[in-house]
């Protein structure tokens, strides 16, 4: 059972672009979202993360959107350059859980000079 | 420089073959795992530590085994290696609940 699905699997976005990565979860007790950043041969790298009791996180050009209503949250990456390339995963844990993350199937971004 | 800390970065095994894959932190963190990534399926948990001497299963636990007996080392083994663990394993590690990893490098393994 995915609890963690994510879209899309890649994207291409021009330089200067916006792009957007989607996640949906299921269990309700997710309460910490992070997002990680993969670069090829690199093992992954925290990026922003958000908890449930804010609807948007915003970190230099990464943005997080949250709607618990809906169990979904996004990536933004404003202004999208070459040196974001990489895989994008994100992911959903719980307190009670050990802290064990959920992992998304990853979104391979591409930004086109 | 702090951080987690995989060894070998590459191997290669026969089946049959055993091996261990050993993970080093040196933030003083509380919680470990290992990951591995296959192509599109992201990360799935196959054991977790939440402290020294301390260890639990995770997602895909079959055909490995781990141990704690230090905080800042976990071990992860593979008793008789098949071809279907071939993948990239990832140790990470966590100051606690609802905070962030921080991941090594990885072990890229083939089993032939």
């Known amino acids: 059972q995915q609890q963690v699905k994510q879209s899309p699997q890649s994207l291409i976005v021009q330089k200067g672009g916006i792009s957007i990565i989607n996640c949906a979860y299921e269990?309700?007790?997710?309460?910490?979202f992070p997002w990680y950043q993969q670069f090829p041969g690199k093992g992954p790298a925290l990026l922003i993360a958000i908890r449930p009791d804010v609807s948007e996180k915003k970190e230099g050009r990464f943005t997080i959107s949250f709607n618990k209503s809906a169990k979904q949250f996004s990536l933004h990456i404003m202004d999208s350059q070459p040196g974001d390339s990489a895989t994008y995963f994100c992911?959903?844990?719980?307190?009670?859980?050990?802290?064990?993350?959920?992992f998304g199937d990853g979104t391979t971004l591409t930004v086109k000079p | 420089n702090a951080g987690v800390t995989q060894t070998p970065k590459f191997r290669v095994l026969k089946t049959g073959q055993s091996m261990t894959l050993l993970c080093a932190q040196d933030?003083?963190?509380?919680?470990m795992y290992w990951y591995r990534q296959d192509p599109g399926m992201g990360l799935r948990l196959i054991h977790y530590s939440v402290g020294e001497g301390t260890t639990a299963k995770g997602e895909v636990p079959d055909g490995y085994n781990v141990s704690r007996l230090k905080k800042q080392n976990f071990l992860l083994g593979l008793e008789s290696a098949a071809p279907s663990q071939t993948s990239v394993y990832f140790c990470?590690?966590?100051?606690?609940?609802?905070?962030?990893?921080?991941f090594g490098s990885g072990t890229r393994l083939t089993v032939v």
């Open positions: 269990n309700t007790a997710f309460d910490y």
């Open positions: 992911a959903a844990s719980f307190g009670t859980n050990a802290g064990k993350s959920t």
């Open positions: 933030m003083n963190h509380e919680y």
């Open positions: 990470a590690s966590s100051y606690s609940v609802g905070y962030g990893y921080t």
